[in-house]
């Protein structure tokens, strides 16, 4: 089992509506999460982290997590054709170490 | 500038040569990655430095590959004997203190490698 896992995707949905990213992790230790943006051919930017349990926004951006179901999700109000990206989900443990999942590939269409 | 540097930006190599690629992080940040990324995958984990503690290594794929921090500050890379599947970008972050949640992990460039 991976240690984060995402679905690749593409996750495609028109302009204006609603994309939904899933994660899982494996490690019940888990202290926080994130959620990083990366462009083709850029490195990731963060978009948003989340320590406690519940949801957090941020604009057109809400971040859910439930750590008893071990699982973290970004919520993406609005799409525009610019969010159009891969979005990575990252796990940090008590050490410090951050371990990402595959990403997901959003495509958002005009 | 303020942010993560990376060097070489891009390296082509020829087959079993070793490559170095350098690291300099944000000034008074204690905690150094190394990810790998290969076309259209994740990041890969490679290393962790915290402080003065001893890395993580858990990530690095293969003895050839090795890396250091010395002073605390800049890291080196290196990939020795290179391999075709050696050919990815390698990502450097830096930020406070690894173990403090609220820290915010910066990313530089990154080095595109490439071993033909």
């Known amino acids: 089992q991976k240690e984060v896992e995402q679905n690749s995707g593409p996750l495609s949905v028109p302009e204006g509506a609603i994309a939904s990213l899933n994660c899982t992790y494996s490690d019940r230790g888990s202290q926080s999460f994130f959620w990083y943006r990366q462009y083709s051919g850029k490195s990731p930017e963060l978009i948003m982290s989340?320590?406690?349990?519940g949801d957090k926004e941020d604009g057109r951006f809400t971040a859910q997590l439930n750590k008893a179901s071990q699982y973290v999700s970004l919520l993406i109000r609005d799409s525009q054709p610019s969010d159009s990206a891969t979005y990575l989900c990252a796990v940090k443990g008590n050490t410090g170490k951050l371990i990402f999942g595959q990403g997901t590939t959003l495509q958002v269409k005009p | 500038g303020a942010g993560v540097s990376q060097s070489p930006s891009n390296k082509v190599t020829e087959k079993g040569k070793d490559v170095e690629l350098r690291c300099d992080p944000i000034?008074?940040?204690?905690?150094l990655y190394w990810y790998r990324q290969s076309l259209g995958q994740g990041l890969e984990f490679l290393i962790y430095f915290q402080g003065n503690s001893a890395p993580d290594k858990s990530g690095l794929p293969s003895d050839r590959f090795s890396a250091e921090r010395t002073g605390g500050s800049v890291s080196t890379l290196t990939i020795q004997r290179t391999q075709q599947e050696d050919s990815a970008v390698y990502l450097c972050?830096?930020?406070?203190?690894?173990?403090?949640?609220?820290?915010?992990?910066?990313f530089g460039e990154g080095s595109w490698l490439t071993v033909v």
């Open positions: 000034s008074g940040h204690t905690a």
């Open positions: 989340i320590y406690s349990n």
């Open positions: 972050a830096s930020s406070l203190a690894g173990q403090n949640s609220g820290n915010t992990i910066y």
